[in-house]
Each structure stands twice: as C-alpha cells, then as structure tokens.
C-alpha cells in the first residue's frame, strides 16, 4: 500500500504562500493547515494576515482561529493540533496541504518535538550570567565545544534556545542532539514533498513593504486599540505590530514610525525565516518571478509530485 501524500509550501511572509496553497489544494482537493503561529489567534486578522473569509469558505482552513490573544500558544500545542488535523483530512481521503512561514512549527511536525529532561533555573541564571559577563556569543561557542551539532542548527543570536541544549547536557551530560534522534514525527511515515517558495529580496521586501502599507488601511491600528486593555499572552504579544502600534498609542512615537518598524522587524522576521528553511535539506526550493502568477507555481508543483518516482510516490 503506498504512503498518504501530504505537501508542504513553506517560505517568508509575504512571498506568496496563501495564493498558492489555496489553488494548490483546490487542484488536489485538499484541506490547508496552517503552519503559522500568529493566525490561531482569534481577535487577530489583519495584523496576522489571515485567508480571506471567501478563500476559507471554499478550502477548509485548519489551525486557523483557534484560541484568544490571552492564551499562550506553543509547539507542543500547535503539534497537536496539527497532527489531529491531518489524520481527519485523511479520514475524509483528502491530501493535507500545509502551508506556512514557521520553520521551528515545520521542524515540529516533520520530526517530532524533544519532550524529555526537566529545567533548572539555577543553571538558566548561571547561563545567563556567563552570557552578560562574557558577552554576546559566548554561549553558542560553547555550544559548539559541547555540542557541535546542535551550535549549526541554532542562530548564534538565538540565547534561548542555547541556554536549553547547555541546560540539557548539564543535566543528563548527554548533548541534546543525542537527545532529539528520538524523536518521531511525520517524517519516514507519509509521502511528503516540501516546497519552499522565494522572490528576490528586492522584490520580496517591497511585498513586505506593501503589505504593512494595506494592513494600516485595513485597520491594524484599530485592532490592536480594540484590544489594548485585555491581557495578552506572551505568544501573542509577540506578533509582529502588536508592540509597535501600542507603542504608537501609548505615545511614545508616532504612527509613521510604527509603521516603519513594522516593515524593519517583518523584513527581518523573513531573513530569519529563510535561514532556517535554507538549513533543511528535504525543501524543494521554487524561485517565483515578478510576472509568476500563483497558478503557474500550483502547475510547477504538481509535474514535481508527478515526477517523483521514489517512497511509493504516486501521481496527483
């Protein structure tokens, strides 16, 4: 019996990846997963950049809407969540089309998620001491004595991550990728394609650009000063405008400003987005130019699945 095919379209915000998941898994009758971490808020659609209601209506969007702003929202959780979704699409033969910007979410679901091994916030607080007197890098150095395989998968700015894998060898003198290769995820048990889409950074900034432009004409202030006096979670403080527009109200710069430090954090979130999905080597990467319409990329996609011969591949 050959594997339950499910497709991937990954990449930076901005590059296209709603369009083309949407006719993608119109052409395959597919359902969409969300791999994104900001669009399961519920009170939060501009500035997350939902599907439009009318695209959600047609295709069956899940992970979308999930929780409220006041809930936090991880990867043990988006993991769950996700993997329920995939077996009912399944049930109903349908081909699970995920489709997002998260890498570490991508990471999660493809193979699995390091549950073992408690904490400490006494070596937390010593990690971290030794971070601030030594200096920015000096963790992820050490890292890379302990760990080296580890020190490639975490950005050297990535201090939160680098204090877990040190926090982890001190506890178990076992390096936490030694740890992770037992991990299970879908990875190995379906057919699955990964496709990566990306423009030129040129083009893609300006995207970006545009984009927060019409998030402020759609609203994106008055979302978030619709909800200002609600409590937050710290995941949902985290999305992009949400600290820059409450920065605006609370008056401590102007909305011009906010607006360009939206655009500044979002080109940088894309830059941090692709280095992670550069770092994975079962992406199939498709360059989308200028003039490219969504369908054309829909197309590229199914003569690549069709082409692939190999895992019990079969044809769309």
């Known amino acids: 019996m050959k594997p339950q095919k499910i497709i991937f379209v990954v990449g930076p915000t901005a590059v296209g990846k709603t369009e083309v998941a949407f006719l993608l898994a119109r052409k395959i009758k597919g359902e969409i997963i ?10 939060i659609s501009v500035l997350s950049n ?3 209601g009318i695209i959600r209506k047609k295709i069956p969007h899940h992970l979308v809407d999930v929780v409220s ?3 936090n929202f991880d990867a043990a959780v ?3 969540k996700a993997l329920a979704a995939v077996k009912r699409i399944i049930a109903k033969r349908k081909i699970p089309v995920i489709a997002g910007g998260s890498g570490f979410y991508m990471t999660v679901l493809l193979d699995g998620i390091f549950k073992g091994v408690g904490a400490s916030e006494r070596i937390r607080k010593r990690l971290e001491r030794e971070e601030i007197k030594n200096g ?3 963790l992820h150095q050490k890292l890379e004595r302990i760990d080296p395989q580890a020190a490639l998968k975490i950005h050297p700015h990535d201090t939160k991550r680098i204090i877990r894998a040190l926090e982890v060898f001190a506890l178990t003198r076992k390096p936490i990728s030694e740890l992770q290769k037992k991990r299970e995820g879908l990875w190995g048990k379906f057919d699955i394609r990964i496709f990566a889409l990306n423009r030129d950074r040129g083009e893609l900034y300006k995207m970006i650009d545009d984009r927060v432009d019409a998030m402020f004409k759609e609203g994106a202030v008055g979302e978030v000063e619709d909800l200002i006096k609600r409590k937050w979670s710290k995941t949902a403080e985290a999305i992009i405008g949400v600290k820059e527009i409450k920065s605006f109200l ?6 011009a400003r906010a607006r360009d430090l939206i655009k500044r954090n979002t080109r940088r979130y894309a830059k941090r987005q692709l280095t992670w999905f550069r770092r994975d080597k079962r992406l199939c990467w498709i360059t989308i130019g ?3 319409k969504p369908s054309l990329i829909v197309s590229k996609i199914i ?3 069709r082409n692939v011969v190999s895992n019990g591949a079969k044809e769309i």
Do not use: T, W
């Open 78 to 80: 988006f993991r769950k």
């Open 50 to 52: 939902k599907p439009s």
């Open 136 to 138: 920015c890098g000096f």
């Open 303 to 305: 003569n690549s699945v």
């Open 290 to 292: 200028g003039n490219d």
């Open 69 to 71: 702003i006041r809930q």
């Open 250 to 255: 609370n008056g401590q710069h102007d909305c």
């Open 34 to 43: 969300s791999l994104d971490a900001m669009q399961v808020y519920k009170e």
